[in-house]
């Protein structure tokens, strides 16, 4: 049963817009989310967290929202740029936690 | 500095051979972990050394699978009697003390089981 799900496996979107990629949850337990960044034969790089007392957090280009009542998180990535084309992970963490449950991914492409 | 290296970036295998994965966390950080990418999947999480501690080995698929931490700081992933089903990219990653500390990952080891 997969407790965290991101169900576009794909996006495209066109340079300068707005890039939304979502992940919904079913573990009630998690209270620290993260996204992932990876690019082809290279790891997962940390891109941006958020703690459950919080709802939105911002760096830079890059926003993510969590609504705790729907289980749900997105990250926002505006303007999107070419390389920001990469595939996105959402991964989740219980209180107490180290065991990251990751989604299956998001392949972003953004077209110039 | 330096991040977290995996060797080899490639293997290929026949069915039935054992294989070893190495994983050189980010010096000075004490907890390490083991994930595994199969095709089209999330990453799956296998096992987790933290400093001194007893792993917590609770991912391993099978009994095939055994991983050790060596001074606190190499890791190596065995897997023995390989099968098909165990082809994917294995990724390391390690963090300076564990739980909600960023996970920085390596590159991966992509296993081919023939």
């Known amino acids: 049963d997969q407790q965290v799900k991101q169900n576009s496996p794909s996006l495209s979107v066109q340079e300068g817009r707005i890039s939304i990629l979502n992940c919904d949850y079913t573990n009630s337990m998690f209270d620290y989310f993260l996204w992932y960044k990876k690019y082809p034969a290279e790891g997962p790089t940390f891109l941006i967290s958020i703690s459950s007392i919080k709802d939105k957090n911002e760096d830079g280009r890059f926003t993510v929202f969590l609504n705790k009542s729907a289980k749900h998180l997105s990250l926002h990535i505006v303007p999107s740029q070419p390389g920001d084309s990469a595939v996105y992970f959402c991964a989740c963490l219980g209180a107490g936690s180290y065991q990251l449950t990751f989604g299956k991914g998001t392949k972003l492409s953004v077209i110039p | 500095g330096a991040g977290v290296s995996q060797s080899p970036s490639n293997k290929v295998t026949e069915k039935g051979k054992d294989v070893e994965l190495r994983c050189d966390p980010i010096s000075g950080h004490t907890a390490l972990y083991w994930y595994r990418q199969s095709l089209g999947q999330g990453l799956e999480f296998l096992i987790y050394?933290?400093?001194?501690?007893?792993?917590?080995k609770s991912g391993l698929p099978s009994d095939r699978f055994s991983a050790e931490r060596t001074g606190g700081s190499v890791s190596t992933l065995t897997i023995q009697r390989t099968q098909q089903e165990d082809s994917a990219v294995y990724l390391c990653a390690s963090s300076p003390s564990g739980y909600t500390d960023t996970q920085y990952f390596g590159p991966g080891t992509r296993l081919t089981v023939l």
């Open positions: 050394f933290q400093g001194n501690s007893a792993p917590d």
